[in-house]
């Protein structure tokens, strides 16, 4: 009888501790656009936003996933349409080039969070964690400050719905950080690895 015991406690222990039978690490990778709302609007130039994503999605459960994201936004300016004709921007260092896409405005979040599939191909997300805002700063005269971005970090909370599509995921979310720093965005990423 105490060996039976003890046979259930490790086996309990083991299970607690071991992944379950469908856990299933996916590499998800795509491009998204960004619209900013509230205050983040009022700062941007263009009302677009263009980035990438990357995440680690590790399945819970068959209804239930686990998932860590990064991704890079950046909102539109006159940097990127009044950029040189070609011949000028490929002759530029990597920098250059950056500089010139790149906007005056730029979001990098870093979440982790949960999806909960309510039908077999309909998820609902809730991540959080924190935003890196890049804000562009212009040489001003008569200071030691000099030209390039200022960074901030702040917390940062993303609910979305998206739908699985074969191997492809779209899906919408909301971005609220602090300091009035929002905005929607609409991605669609592949998926590497088992389905």
């Known amino acids: ?6 046979a259930l406690i490790f086996a309990a222990v083991l299970g607690a501790f071991t992944h379950p039978v469908y856990g299933q690490l996916n590499f998800n990778l795509g491009a998204e656009a960004a619209r900013p709302t509230s205050g983040l609007a ?7 936003g263009y980035g990438a994503h990357a995440a680690l999605t590790y399945w819970l459960s068959y209804r239930s996933q686990l998932i860590a994201s990064g991704a890079y936004v950046t909102y539109g300016s006159e940097a990127f349409e009044t950029r040189p004709e070609l011949g000028d921007f490929v002759d530029k260092d990597l920098d250059g080039i950056a ?3 790149e906007g005056d405005y730029s979001s990098i979040p ?3 969070g949960l999806r909960y599939y309510p039908l077999e191909r309909l998820f609902l997300q809730g991540s959080a964690g ?4 890049r804000t562009r700063r212009d040489d ?3 200071t030691n400050e ?3 971005f200022v960074t901030e970090r702040d917390l940062i909370v993303s609910p979305g719905v998206g739908l699985l599509i074969g191997r492809f995921s779209l899906q919408v979310q909301y971005n609220v950080a602090q300091d009035d720093w929002k905005w929607f965005s ?3 990423s592949m998926i590497f690895g088992k389905l």
Not at 1 to 6: E, F, H, L, P, V
Not at 42 to 48: F, N, Q, S
Request: glycine share 16%.
């Open 110 to 112: 870093i979440t982790l």
């Open 146 to 148: 000099e030209a390039g």
């Open 42 to 48: 009022g700062l941007v130039e263009d009302d677009y």
């Open 186 to 188: 609409l991605g669609v």
């Open 99 to 101: 500089d010139r896409i």
């Open 1 to 6: 009888m105490a060996q039976g015991i003890r």
């Open 130 to 133: 924190v935003v890196y805002k």
């Open 140 to 142: 001003i005269s008569g």
